[in-house]
């Protein structure tokens, strides 16, 4: 089971990839929100999104990007993460929308 080490409140915590349901970028710090708990830590959401892998993550949004496999339903410009309904930036509804229905290549 894949996972991260994130630094928050002085301590560097094990993540497991499946239990993150999003991560919201704060200025310069992040929130990554899991299923039992969240972590206010010391980096950029651009840092963070190029730690993760894109197999896993999506960025929706200037402000958040999502775990794939935590998508419960998408409806108009907002995705459904857990009970979060996460907006989907302009610049960031073509990807969406390849997740949804993947371009295929003649």
Do not use: W
């Not at 349901?21 to 704060?26: D, G, K, Q, V």
């Not at 899991?34 to 999506?58: G, I, M, W």
Request: hydrophobic fraction near 40%; charge should be positive.
């Amino acid at each position: 089971m894949p996972a991260i080490f994130i630094k928050a409140d002085k301590k560097v915590y094990r993540v497991n990839l499946e239990d993150v349901l999003y991560i919201e970028a704060l200025d310069d710090y992040a929130r990554v929100v899991c299923r039992q708990a969240s972590y206010l830590v010391n980096d950029t959401l651009k840092s963070l999104q190029e730690q993760l892998p894109a197999s896993h993550f999506l960025r929706v949004h200037k402000s958040y990007m999502i775990a794939k496999q935590q998508i419960v339903f998408i409806e108009g410009n907002y995705i459904r993460i857990g009970e979060k309904d996460i907006p989907v930036g302009a610049s960031y509804r073509e990807s969406v929308q390849d997740l949804i229905a993947p371009k295929r290549k003649p």
